[in-house]
C-alpha cells in the first residue's frame, strides 16, 4: 500500500486526522511518515521532536507498519 491507499484505509476505519501526518515537512503530536534520502521513515512526532523512529526501504513496509501501529492504538477507544 502507498500513502494514498494508507489515507483511504484510515479514513474508512475513522481514525483522527489527528493521529498521523502522511506528508511531514512539520510535524506536531502524533505518527508521522517521512520520505527521506531515499529511505521511509515513521515516528512519532511530539513538540517537534521526532521519537521512536523506525525505517524501511519501502513505501510499502513503511504504510504497513503505520497502519499496523494506528489500529493497535485504535483498540483502546
Known amino acids: 500500500m502507498n500513502r494514498t491507499d494508507l489515507a ?10 489527528s493521529w498521523y501526518c502522511l506528508d511531514v515537512d512539520e510535524y506536531n503530536d502524533g505518527l508521522a511518515l517521512h520520505h527521506k534520502d531515499g529511505l521511509w521513515e515513521v515516528f512519532y512526532g511530539e513538540r517537534g521532536i521526532k521519537n521512536d523512529i523506525k525505517t524501511f526501504d519501502t513505501e510499502e513496509e513503511a504504510c504497513g507498519y503505520l497502519y499496523e501501529e494506528i489500529m493497535d492504538d485504535m483498540k483502546y477507544l
Do not use: G
Open 8 to 17: 483511504k484505509k484510515l479514513k474508512k476505519e475513522r481514525v483522527p486526522t
